[in-house]
């Protein structure tokens, strides 16, 4: 079983809305910073946000205002609220957890899920 696994992607229409997942096992990951990244056929896998431990969050310019990220500790799981869903949006969306700086660099993680498939139909 991977450290990290994700759910809750599908297929929607565009302006509609997911919930995406990510429950951690084998470990607490309670003090690790977590995040989403997303990558898209043939493009580089991209920052989409994070949340420390302390639950300070930050969003890539491209979802501010249509994706929140948000976690429960306790039950050791993260969620990423997608809003007002654009075609664009299409991508893989991984989870992943670290507990390094910048919170937006990919290398700051270190435990990864196997990503879920998100696809908009325009």
């Known amino acids: 079983q991977e450290p990290l696994a994700e759910t809750g992607g599908g297929l929607v229409q565009a302006g509609g809305s997911l919930r995406l997942s990510c429950v951690g096992s084998?470990?607490?990951?309670?003090?690790?910073?977590m995040a989403w990244f997303r990558q898209a056929p043939g493009k580089e896998r991209e920052f989409v946000a994070a949340i420390t431990s302390t639950e300070m969050t930050v969003h890539a310019d491209s979802v501010r205002d249509r994706f929140t990220i948000s976690r429960d500790s306790a039950k050791n799981l993260m969620y990423l609220q997608m809003n007002s869903l654009k075609y664009e949006d299409t991508a893989v969306y991984y989870c992943?957890?670290?507990?390094?700086?910048?919170?937006?660099?990919?290398?700051?993680?270190?435990?990864w899920g196997q990503g879920t498939q998100v696809t908009v139909s325009a």
């Open positions: 084998k470990r607490s990951f309670s003090d690790y910073n």
């Open positions: 992943a957890a670290g507990q390094t700086t910048p919170l937006t660099w990919r290398a700051s993680y270190d435990y």
